[in-house]
C-alpha cells in the first residue's frame, strides 16, 4: 500500500516517514494547501479535510491534525494550536503558565485516510507536562517545552522513543490496526 501524507508541516511528515517504514506502509510527502475548518474537534477537522482533498481528486491519501491541550488552561490552545504556535510561540505559552504549579498537559492526533474513497479514521494522545523553560533543538512545534518523562523534552529525545510514545505514534498504530481489519 502506498499514501500520500498531505502536510504543510516537515516535522510531521519525517515522522509518519519513519513509523510507516516500521509498518511496511510507503508513503510520499507531499504539500498541498486545502481548507482547514474551524472547529471544536480535531476529528471534525480532519473529516471536512479528506472530504475537501476528495473532491479535489485526490486519493490514497493520509492528512493529520493535532495539538496541544493544557489543562490549567482548560486545554487551550487545543484546535487553535496551530495559530498558537504562529503567533506567541513557545515563549508565550511559557509566559501564559508563568507561576502555575498544575503543568499538566497532552498532545492529541487525528489522522485520516483516504483508501480507494474510503475514509479511515485513528486517533491518539500523549500525556506529559509543560516544562518550565524550552530546551532541545531536535523536533518541531511545541517538542522543546513538552515532556513525558519530567526531564527530557520532545526536542532532546530520538524521533523514534518520541514515536513509540508520542500522540501521532498512537494514532498510527490504531490506524495501522484499521487498515488491516479493512484490508482482510
Ligand atoms: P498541517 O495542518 O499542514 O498538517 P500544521 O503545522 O498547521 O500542519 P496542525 O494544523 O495540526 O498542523 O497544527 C498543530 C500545531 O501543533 C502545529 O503548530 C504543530 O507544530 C503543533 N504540533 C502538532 N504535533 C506536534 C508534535 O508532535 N510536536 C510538537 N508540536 C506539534
Redesign the pocket.
Do not use: A, P, Y
Given at each position: 500500500m502506498r499514501l500520500n501524507v498531505?502536510?504543510?508541516?516537515q516535522?510531521?511528515a519525517v515522522?509518519f516517514k519513519a513509523a510507516f517504514k516500521d509498518l511496511g506502509i510507503s508513503v510520499s510527502h507531499i504539500?498541498i494547501p486545502y481548507d482547514?475548518i474551524q472547529a471544536d474537534t480535531?476529528e471534525e477537522?480532519v473529516r471536512a479535510g479528506v472530504a475537501a482533498l476528495r473532491a479535489e481528486g485526490q486519493s490514497n491519501f493520509l492528512?493529520?491534525?493535532?495539538?496541544?491541550f493544557i489543562d490549567s488552561l482548560g486545554g487551550f490552545p487545543g484546535v487553535y494550536?496551530?495559530y498558537?504556535?504562529?503567533t506567541l510561540g513557545n515563549a508565550g505559552v511559557l509566559k501564559l503558565l508563568h507561576g502555575t504549579r498544575d503543568r499538566g498537559a497532552e498532545?492529541r492526533?487525528c489522522v485520516g485516510c483516504d483508501v480507494d474513497g474510503k475514509t479511515v479514521m485513528a486517533s491518539g494522545s500523549c500525556r506529559g507536562t509543560i516544562l518550565e523553560n524550552a530546551s532541545g533543538s531536535g523536533?518541531?512545534?511545541?517538542?522543546p517545552i513538552?515532556t513525558v518523562d519530567g526531564v527530557k523534552s520532545?526536542a532532546e529525545i530520538p524521533m523514534a522513543l518520541?514515536n513509540s510514545v508520542?500522540?501521532?505514534g498512537a494514532a498510527i498504530a490504531n490506524l495501522a490496526g484499521e487498515l488491516r481489519k479493512m484490508l482482510r
Open positions: 498531505i502536510t504543510s508541516n516535522g510531521k515522522e504539500s482547514e480535531l477537522v492528512i493529520d491534525d493535532s495539538g496541544l494550536s496551530s498558537v504556535q504562529k498532545f492526533c523536533g518541531f512545534g511545541f517538542d513538552f520532545f518520541k508520542s500522540h501521532r
